[in-house]
Nanobody, 127 residues
Framework: QLHLVESGGGLVHPGGSLRLSCSASGIGFDSYAIGWFRQVPGKEREGVSCIGDSGSRTIYAPSVKGRFTVSGDNAKNTVYLQMNSLKPEDTGVYFC????????????????????WGQGTQVTVSS
C-alpha cells in the first residue's frame, strides 16, 4: 500500500519561500506521476504542479508558474515543491498525490486522476 507524507509547511511572510516535501513508501517514483494540490476552506482543491514518472517533465498552474519548482529525488523516494515569492493567496493546505503511470510520462492537474493522497501540510502566507 502506497503511503504519502507531506512536510515543510508553516507560516511565512509575503515574498518569502518554503520547500515542501512529499515522501513515499511502498513504491518507486519512476512508475508514478506526483502532483501537488492545495485547498482553502470553501474552495475546490486546485492543482498546483505535477512531475512525471521520468522526473524530467513538469507542469504548473498559471498562478504559480515562475515561482514554484517541483523536483524529485528517486533515491530518497521524495518529491519537493520549492515555493518562492509567496503571496497571501498561496495560503492553504497543500497535498501531494500519486498516480501509477507505467513510465508513460503522463502529466495532469486534475485531482480526479490521482489515486493516492497524503494528509496535507498547512502553508500560511501572512504579514
Amino acid at each position: 500500500q502506497l503511503h504519502l507524507v507531506e512536510s515543510g509547511g508553516g507560516l511565512v511572510h509575503p515574498g518569502g519561500s518554503l520547500r515542501l516535501s512529499c515522501s513515499a513508501s511502498g513504491i518507486g517514483f519512476d512508475s508514478y506521476a506526483i502532483g501537488w494540490f492545495r485547498q482553502v476552506p470553501g474552495k475546490e482543491r486546485e492543482g498546483v504542479s505535477c512531475i512525471g514518472d521520468s522526473g524530467s517533465r513538469t507542469i504548473y498552474a498559471p498562478s504559480v508558474k515562475g515561482r514554484f519548482t517541483v523536483s524529485g529525488d528517486n533515491a530518497k523516494n521524495t518529491v519537493y515543491l520549492q515555493m518562492n515569492s509567496l503571496k497571501p493567496e498561496d495560503t492553504g493546505v497543500y497535498f501531494c498525490a500519486a498516480v501509477l503511470t507505467y513510465g508513460r510520462g503522463w502529466l495532469g492537474l486534475d485531482e480526479a486522476d490521482y489515486d493516492y493522497w497524503g494528509q496535507g501540510t498547512q502553508v500560511t502566507v501572512s504579514s
